[in-house]
């Protein structure tokens, strides 16, 4: 295929927004101690993911998510996938919310040292190919904090 063809359809698809996605979920685990998004909607103009807490984020934790995953996307981390077997694949990454009928050779996307994840979706090639990531809202109820991010472009 064609690159110019293959970054359309990149484009299309919000490769961006999904690897944003990645990113954003292991922030949140990592600040948060929770699982990865239980829902997320992935759009061009803007993206949604909800998250299982215990509390609402206060202004300044959602202040250092957009900072650490900003500090992410900066480091031109390379983009890539792995092939590799279930079991190999379990000890690295959180299989639960994989479909039982999934394959046994799984492909684990990573982004630089910083995230892997088991994914079918389509990703940048490196996170210089990210904008600007920014917290447009969020809403807490019932444990369940749903926040709403775009990107914009990089100066």
């Known amino acids: 295929m064609d690159n110019s063809v293959l970054n359309e359809a990149k484009k299309q698809y919000a490769c961006d927004m999904h690897t944003t996605e990645h990113i954003l979920n292991q922030t949140m685990v990592r600040m948060f101690g929770c699982s990865r998004s239980v829902n997320a909607h992935i759009e061009r103009k803007k993206s949604k993911c909800d998250y299982l807490l215990a509390e609402s984020p206060t202004d300044a934790q959602v202040e250092e998510i957009t900072r650490r995953v900003n500090e992410v996307i900066e480091q031109n981390l390379p983009v890539y996938e792995q092939l590799m077997s279930r079991e190999e694949a379990a000890s690295i990454v959180d299989l639960s919310k994989l479909p039982e009928d999934a394959s046994e050779t799984l492909r684990v996307i990573r982004v630089g040292d910083y995230d892997a994840c088991a994914c079918i979706g389509q990703h940048v090639d490196n996170t210089s190919e990210i904008g600007v990531f920014r917290i447009i ?14 990107l914009d472009e990089r100066n």
């Open 137 to 150: 809202s969020h809403d807490f109820e019932n444990g369940r904090w749903r926040m709403r991010f775009k």
